[in-house]
């Protein structure tokens, strides 16, 4: 049987990239999307086309209902998770904190923060020795910002992910005697579309000049990192840059 594997946000860059290069490796893959069908299909036939098993399923990670809902259909269809990749993340408008709204920094929060936490309660309950399981990983992405701050630009955004350094370091503890790994990759720059949906189109462009390594990351570079976290059986805690020196 093949191991499972859900990732969120899977439909497109990082998250896609990862959901095919596991399935290649021989997992059985859950491709949650919000509201991307087509491209969460796109990514499903892709690795069916290639002999893979996969599913497109729809959750918010700002709904607990529909996380649970989406934890049960993997259940369901393709078995018990043996990793839970956290990728879904929101970016917004480049903004100084003066000039945050409330709803702003509310759904920055809701999605980048408390929906890992939630989508990690899920997988523990299944995962845990404790609860009946065999174990498994936890990959959180988070970003480069966490430890430079995002300055002018997107504080908030840094925030949330210095709270999943944090919750890495402590949850990798708390659960480290259970048979659960927890653990993050911070990418850089990467080449994908979440710079232009926050309004920011030409960061890519413009970081790929001051970046130590000379340019920026491909979506597969982040892959390789989370899918070397996912089956390395004695790394827990650990904070990964993936980032090009920065």
Known sequence: MKPVMI??????GIGAATAIMAAQKGYAVAVNYRSDKASADKVVAEIEADGGRAIAIQADVVDEAAIVAMFETVDRELGRVDVLVNNAGIVDQISRVDEMSFERIDRMMKINVVGPFICAREAIKRMSTRHGGNGGAI????????????????????????AIDTMTEGLSKEVAGEGIRVNTIRPGVIRTTI????????????????????????PEEIANGILWLAEAGFTTGA???????V
């Open 195 to 218: 710079h232009a949906s926050g309004g920011n189109p030409d960061k890519p462009d413009i970081a790929g000049s001051v970046i130590p390594m000379g340019r920026i990351g491909e």
């Open 239 to 245: 904070l990964i840059d993936i980032d090009g020196g």
């Open 139 to 162: 990959v959180n992405v988070g970003y480069a910002a966490s430890h430079l701050g995002g300055s002018g630009e997107y504080v908030d955004y840094a925030a949330s992910k210095g």
């Open 7 to 12: 990732i969120t946000g899977a439909g497109r």
